[in-house]
């Protein structure tokens, strides 16, 4: 599981770490990813998304932005589960 960690980090790196968990998690194996991502899924707050650009070169994403980057780590969208301000997006590795 990981919580806000994501938007702390570039795209690159951020594939790199659901990389990681993807090879952590194994064949059969479910990722979960904590992030806020506005209300409506894909309009994270302004404030935040520049607060951390400046204090980490990261960047705050919708829902479509963590899908890119989990396809690009092998990792597959299971299930979008909404709690509050924040989403909580379960992701499976390829192929199961």
Avoid: K
């Avoid at 806020?36 to 894909?42: I, L, N, R, S, T």
């Avoid at 607060?51 to 092998?74: K, N, T």
């Avoid at 969208?77 to 509050?84: D, E, S, Y």
């Avoid at 301000?85 to 379960?90: L, P």
């Amino acid at each position: 599981m990981l919580s806000s960690i994501l938007h702390d980090w570039a795209d690159d790196p951020a594939v790199e770490i659901l990389s990681r968990c993807a090879e952590a998690a194994g064949s059969g194996g479910t990722v979960l990813v904590v992030e806020p991502v506005g209300a409506d899924g894909e309009s994270p707050s302004t404030a935040m998304d520049l607060r951390m650009l400046v204090y980490s070169g990261g960047r705050e994403r919708g829902l479509s932005d963590l899908r890119a980057l989990a396809q690009r780590a092998g990792l597959s969208l299971r299930a979008v589960h909404p709690a509050g301000y924040i989403f909580v997006v379960e992701l499976a590795v390829e192929g199961n």
